[in-house]
């Protein structure tokens, strides 16, 4: 990796970490509950059948290419993000979420 790339994702990374802790302050603050979710392949990851697939996300949109759910990739990003939630709270919740 050539060093002006190193600097560029260290650069990332503090201003991660800096808005991770405003947002943790911040939080705090106002006596709101704050949870962490790891984000990794959320838009790669159908919310219907659970595949996983880089392929999956084609620049704004996604497309599974194991049951064929297709939506905005933010959107199924943010749904996956939701799930993760539940799972991290142990909220129970019915299935996975369905199209339509």
């Known amino acids: 990796m050539a060093n002006r790339q190193k600097q560029q ?4 990374g503090e201003r991660g970490s800096e808005n991770s802790y405003k947002l943790s302050t ?9 949870v962490r979710v790891n984000p990794s392949y959320t838009s790669q990851k159908c919310p219907i059948c659970g595949h996983t697939e ?3 996300r084609r620049a704004e949109m996604f497309k599974c290419l ?7 990739a933010d959107h199924v990003g943010a749904l ?3 799930s993760r939630f539940y799972e991290v709270l142990e909220v129970p919740h019915v299935g996975r979420i369905r199209d339509g």
């Open 9 to 12: 994702k260290q650069k990332e």
């Open 26 to 34: 911040k939080a705090e603050q106002e006596n709101v509950s704050l």
């Open 54 to 56: 880089k392929e999956n």
């Open 66 to 72: 194991q049951c064929g759910f297709s939506a905005d």
């Open 80 to 82: 996956n993000i939701l």
